[in-house]
């Protein structure tokens, strides 16, 4: 669907304008408040607002996504981005901050995502073990943890019980926790598949319940072949494009919300994407592919019109 078509589809629903969570309006620990202030206010944007650089997807995906520009497998091309474009945080796996962060100490905030899978089986029991401690992100200087939960996998008993042992050591420590909530497994499917308006509104709706003081979902797509799987009421939604990300911000209620970019788009609909998620209650942005699968020519120049919405937001 073009940009054209995602703003013309909009048909009566619910209108709603929702207000970004602010860093002084949450009752978190002074430890937490710091490192979310270095993110928020001494690095990326710098007003209160995120971006981030992930790469996280040679575990998530292995290195074919790396394919189309050869020099990003080297995570030295993210980090210069990262520090060139001047960006809230990278987040990354133990392994590529233990080897590749010595030179960027300081002047790119890290976040250690501390649990990951290969994507060589199926989702349809999706979970994501530990690979690293929050005691890890405190010995390497990270301002905040990553965690990927997966709603609605037939492991969720599992993951949700790790993903409170995680909560517990962020509060013991005092490390904001992000939870990348991810829709999967075949009850999902069954229901509208991984990217519907239910599921990642149960996404955003999860990760605030479980603790996560920020949390990391795709835009919701509205697909109307799709819409009779829904469950009630969501069968009966007629959303616009801004409107599905403003009730998704909603469901999150306090917990800061991050849209990822997912695979590399056209310009105009990274832009298009951008704009909508920062107008409509958005924390910020963590868009990896969309960048670093790019020239970095380009992926500075890209870089510099996100975030230059991102500082008018």
């Excluded at 970019?261 to 409509?280: R, T």
């Amino acid at each position: 669907m073009t940009v054209a078509e995602k703003t013309n589809s909009t048909k009566e629903g619910l209108k709603m304008k929702v207000q970004r969570p602010k860093l002084d309006d949450l009752d978190i620990s002074l430890g937490k408040k710091t490192r979310l202030y270095r993110l928020l206010h001494e690095h990326g944007p710098a007003n209160g607002t995120l971006m981030v650089l992930p790469i996280d997807q040679g575990i998530e995906h292995g290195p074919l996504n790396f394919f189309s520009n050869p020099p990003s497998e080297d995570p030295d091309y993210q980090y210069r981005l990262a520090l060139e474009g001047g960006y809230s945080a990278i987040a990354l796996h133990i392994g590529l901050a233990q080897k590749y962060s010595r030179k960027y100490v300081g002047r790119v905030p890290l976040i250690l995502k501390i649990n990951g899978k290969t994507n060589v089986p199926s989702d349809d029991n999706a979970f994501s073990p530990l690979t690293a401690s929050v005691e890890d992100a405190v010995r390497l200087g990270a301002d905040a943890v990553g965690y990927t939960l997966y709603a609605g996998s037939p492991s969720q008993d599992r993951d949700i019980r790790q993903l409170n042992e995680v909560r517990y050591d962020c509060e013991k420590y005092g490390m904001p926790l992000i939870v990348w909530s991810y829709p999967r497994g075949s009850a999902i499917d069954a229901k509208g598949g991984k990217d519907s308006i239910y599921a990642v509104d149960y996404a955003a709706r999860l990760a605030c319940e479980f603790g996560a003081d920020i949390v990391k979902i795709n835009v919701p797509k509205i697909d109307e072949a799709k819409l009779d799987k829904l469950p009630k009421p969501y069968n009966t939604l007629k959303l616009s494009y801004d409107d599905a990300i403003a009730k998704v911000v909603k469901a999150a209620g306090r917990t800061m919300v991050l849209f990822s970019g997912g695979s590399k788009e056209s310009n105009e609909d990274l832009i298009h994407k951008a704009k909508s998620a920062m107008e409509n209650g958005a924390t910020g942005l963590i868009f990896g592919r969309n960048m670093w699968q790019r020239e970095y020519s380009d992926a500075l120049k890209v870089t510099g019109q996100i975030k230059k919405i991102m500082l008018e937001s």
